[in-house]
């Protein structure tokens, strides 16, 4: 044990494989270099040669695992990403399949089943002893993304009229094989939920006092069935660490740890960051999924919104004698549709993000459509006295006021579009983040191609 | 205790306030109905009130404040956001206020105080223990958004060579005081930190062991003055619960916990989707900062965009003959550069999540061009055959052909700049989500037209 003085000891300051660039675990098995590459993992630490794993095609993956000596193998393999695990899985073959499989916590087991081809699973579930098969097929019973599939089944459970030395005495015999101690829910004879006690109060209390003075105030929990994502949520904004998990009948049936809330939190940010973009998420890692994969999860929404883009071919089609007299017109329409859709992602985005977050909830409807209408409002009139000068340098004053005019009420119709669509979204049920960026552009720039048409004829005469 | 059976006792199933709806404290205390706030504020959980108190006007969250029973007062306090206890204790005198920034976690004293005005920060600095203000000034010290900032100070710490039962004596006569004992690091005489030991692994172990047998591989730990969100990224990525702070001699100065971590990445993240939407982030709630604050958030980068877009009209203006000569040109402007901003936005989005998470690297900078490239070429081929199809129905042949062309090299334009500007960005040490939507989008609608007008003076020969 050396202090760790030396400043590339420090993991949150080095990047991983930063220290020599140019060579990492992806390139030496892309060059075939097999040997080096086995010598750059036996140097590494673990999280360092999950890092270079998850970021490889399938294929490489399964070939850079093979290198590991068989004591790092399983520590690696836990960490890895689904995708990974999956690719390897499926090479693997007879006992040392078993044994990964078995080793698996129930809950991590459950999530990789879940997304294993139906064959491979159940060769999976096959080769568990029957008391794990029974916890993973529970689990794979909650709905996906619940948070039944997240949680630990492996608890350790106290009883109230315990004294504090025999729950100590309990927590050190069963602890073992529990993911965490740390947060011991307290159950009645029918494995009812009553309360929470954590082993922080238990291990400072008067040993003579019982489990029943630690209890605080009504325990929080959730339901297997409900939402993990909102679960962890909860544990965020309320600084729990492990979140008891109840069946229907109000009996515990695991926890939600704090590194599984940190997932799912981190899973949901890079969905809602994927979907805010326009595009469907993709499982896995960025730089392991293929260019067509990522191309297909952009083309749905880009052929849909192309064709939604179409009406404004036909809205500008519809005033095309008004640009044939006045060519001049045709010069603002980048600017103003741009500049509507800029304001309407601005206001979406801070609407997705606060409704995420809690910070806004869908009766607040009215109050951000107000909030969201008076500051396009604000920002339109600024923009619109700006835009009226610069259009001076290009035409004259009667088109460069049909601009300033348009670019007000574009500015106020794209705040609100922004504003309110992810509300709106979230009340009938859709999730928020599908109003995304590309999405508000697109009714923004029809519409504001309506605006601007029916203004310039309007102040034209035309 | 009763079994929560209830469903209305489920916290993740009833959002806050849902069960009688029109009704919040919100409301109750604008309208000026405070008796009936008091009430509601009795009837409910601290983190209901906190939560309705953080969506107030300062003003109203003062007047909420005053409400609260003495008892439960500390409680919301402590969980409100600094903008609230900002106001709070502005207006807050004599010993209530000693009281109040005394019993506050140093960590959170010290955030908060950062926030002050500088006459007030005096004043509290002033009221605080000698002990509570030697902590508070150092953690002052470090830089803001730094681990030193976020840390807990108050941390039980142990010595190898203890025996397993000592160290457990020490840590129930030292634990009451420290904001967790499940992390316990190990320093040697000159406190440098030599290891980690869990509280959980001190349970379960022998009693005839000692720390120095518990120890693992050499601790995972920051520097108090390096990044606090690289730090709890960190943390996620590999289920670290508290993570060791040292100062630049490598001695221990405190706890970096799970909560705060939670903390920090939650803030980072609405900081990049502000970014991402192209707008400054703002300190505070969504349903609490003013709409005056909101635009003026968003105001300047809409100001700088409507600069840079000038270019546009400056674009179509260069090819004002063209148009004028062939109006049926100007139609499909909106769908061309929208849809170039939409490709652009995709692969934004996606490279800034992936660089905030960490699965891509500045280094990647190449191997992220061609994947986008190759991206945006297959996209780009896709919507160009549509676009022809769909522009005969408004026009000839010649122009329609002149879209599509212009259509597949606008998304390879905008994949490729939504790609690889994030990380060009992070290269020269600018925050990768300030290359948001807008900016890209601005960037693509420029350099698109210029593309459509080039393309179809070559394929009309203007």
């Known amino acids: 044990m050396t202090p760790p003085t030396a400043p590339t000891a420090s993991a949150a300051a080095t990047p991983p494989g930063g220290g020599k660039p140019g060579t990492s675990l992806r390139d030496l098995i892309e060059q075939g270099a097999f040997a080096t590459a086995q010598d750059w993992a036996r140097e590494r630490q673990v999280w360092e040669v999950v890092d270079e794993i998850d970021r490889m095609r399938p294929v490489d993956a399964v070939a850079a695992f093979r290198l590991l000596d068989a004591d790092r193998a399983f520590d690696v393999f836990e960490d890895l990403e689904p995708a990974g695990q999956r690719a390897i899985l499926e090479v693997m073959r007879g006992a040392e399949f078993s044994a990964f499989v078995d080793s698996l916590d129930p809950d991590d087991r459950a999530r990789m089943l879940g997304e294993l081809p139906a064959k491979v699973a159940r060769r999976v579930l096959a080769g568990l002893s029957p008391q794990e098969r029974a916890l993973t097929a529970t689990m794979l019973g909650y709905p996906e993304n619940s948070a039944g599939r997240f949680m630990t089944p492996e608890v350790v459970v106290l009883r109230e009229h315990l004294s504090v030395a025999a729950a100590l005495a309990h927590v050190r015999e069963r602890g073992a094989d529990a993911e965490t101690i740390y947060t011991l829910p307290i159950v009645d004879t029918q494995r009812h939920l009553t309360g929470v006690v954590e082993l922080r109060d238990l291990v400072l209390a ?257």
Chains 1, 2 share one sequence.
């Not at 044939?324 to 329409?333: G, P, Q």
């Not at 409807?365 to 920002?379: K, Q």
């Open 206 to 462: 008067d040993a003579a006092s019982t489990v029943a003075d630690l209890v605080g105030d009504a325990p929080r929990f959730v339901r297997a069935t409900e939402s993990a994502e909102r679960a962890a949520r909860l544990m965020a904004d309320e600084n729990i660490l492990d979140l008891p998990v109840i069946d229907a009948e109000g009996r515990l049936v695991g926890l939600l740890t704090f590194d599984d809330a940190d997932e799912v939190i981190e899973d949901a940010d890079s969905e809602d960051a994927s979907r805010q973009g326009g595009a469907k998420h993709w499982d896995g890692h960025y730089m392991a999924v293929s260019v067509l994969q990522l191309a297909r999860t952009r083309a749905v929404w880009l052929v849909l919104l192309l064709i939604v883009s179409l009406l404004t071919v036909t809205v500008a089609h519809h005033f095309e004698d008004a640009l044939e007299e006045v060519a001049a017109l045709a010069l603002f329409i980048p600017l103003l549709v741009g500049t509507g859709g800029k304001v309407g992602t601005q206001a979406s985005s801070a609407c997705v993000r606060a409704l995420a977050i809690g910070e806004v909830r869908p009766s607040d409807l009215a109050r951000v459509a107000v909030r969201e209408a008076a500051s396009g409002l604000l920002l339109g009139t600024g923009l619109g006295v700006l835009a009226v000068v610069a259009g001076l340098l290009f035409t004259g004053l009667d088109v460069a006021t049909a601009v300033g005019l348009s670019l007000l009420l574009i500015c106020l119709l794209g705040a609100l579009v922004g504003g309110i669509s992810p509300l709106v979204a979230r009340k009938v049920g859709i999730d928020p983040a599908l109003v995304s960026a590309p999405v508000v552009t697109t009714v923004v720039d029809v519409l504001g191609l309506v605006i601007y048409f029916l203004v310039a004829s309007a102040v034209l005469g035309l």
